[in-house]
């Protein structure tokens, strides 16, 4: 009997000991978990910044059709020439013709040209249009691709979503650091894979805020909108107030 519970005890410690875990093994199993994580992030961050890289090209050739736009409607509304000019008038009256004098009855301005630049003016807002719904697209894919990112670190078991992590977004804030240098040499000399998630976040609270500001300035736009306002619009679409220059610098130097 005594011999019987001795193998009975044996055998349940050899069972006991087959399904203790092996540190090793989960040390393995955790390597390759992180690296498979790191790299899927690693190739979400590429696809974002691909989209990133469109999404500038589509502001440069927003800028243009709104510059043209400004341009198209200053043209129709420039004033006629100053006759008061004893210069000006000296010149009408040395080439004083029949064409000169119905030039002047119409405003300084051909029906061609007023045509023309009706046309343009046409062409400049729905290109505008168009714009926003392009850029509108790409903003949904970066807004995929940044939870597809979060997805994949929450899978892999991460404490904190990064896009909740305070502290993790601060530290890729060159605005919360004492200059872009330091930044590269410290904190991004190695980034975590948190932090590509985070910068994807803090760049896509970015561009979408400047596509908010696009949106109100293509809407706003009218044959009324004063010379002024056009000029403002110019220049706010050119700045990107929303777009913080060194945080773009530094996401694009992490780009493999």
């Given amino acids: 009997m005594d011999n019987e519970n001795k193998i009975n005890n044996t055998a349940e410690a050899r069972n006991k000991s087959a399904y203790k875990p092996n540190p090793e093994m989960e040390s393995e199993e955790d390597k390759k978990l992180e690296g498979e994580t790191k790299e899927k992030v690693f190739q979400i961050f590429k696809d974002f910044f691909t989209r990133v890289a469109k999404l500038d090209e589509l502001v440069a050739v927003g800028g243009r059709l709104l510059t043209g736009f400004q341009q198209g409607l200053e043209f129709l509304r420039r004033p006629p020439i100053n006759k008061t000019s004893k210069l000006i008038e000296n010149i009408i009256k040395a080439n004083e013709t029949k064409r000169l004098k119905s030039y002047f009855e119409v405003g300084c301005i051909t029906s061609h040209d007023s045509v023309e630049n009706m046309s343009?003016?046409?062409t400049c807002l729905l290109g505008l249009h168009d714009h926003l719904i392009k850029v509108k697209s790409l903003l949904n894919d970066l807004k995929c691709l940044l939870e597809d990112a979060t997805a994949a670190l929450q899978t892999a078991n991460e404490q904190l979503s990064?896009?909740?992590?305070?502290?993790?977004?601060?530290?890729?804030?060159?605005q919360e650091n004492n200059g872009e240098d330091e930044m590269a040499s410290?904190?991004?000399q190695e980034p975590q894979v948190t932090d590509y998630a985070a910068l994807m976040g803090i760049i896509y609270n970015m561009v979408k805020q400047?596509?908010?500001m696009q949106e109100k300035i293509v809407t706003s736009l009218n044959l009324k909108s004063s010379s002024?306002?056009?000029e403002s619009y110019c220049l706010m679409w050119s700045l990107r107030p929303y777009v913080n220059e060194q945080t773009m610098h530094l996401a694009w130097k992490l780009v493999p």
């Avoid at 992590?165 to 060159?174: A, I």
């Fill in 120 to 122: 343009k003016l046409r």
């Fill in 162 to 174: 990064p896009l909740l992590d305070k502290e993790s977004v601060e530290r890729l804030d060159p």
């Fill in 186 to 188: 410290s904190q991004l």
């Fill in 210 to 212: 400047d596509y908010a």
């Fill in 228 to 230: 002024g306002e056009l």
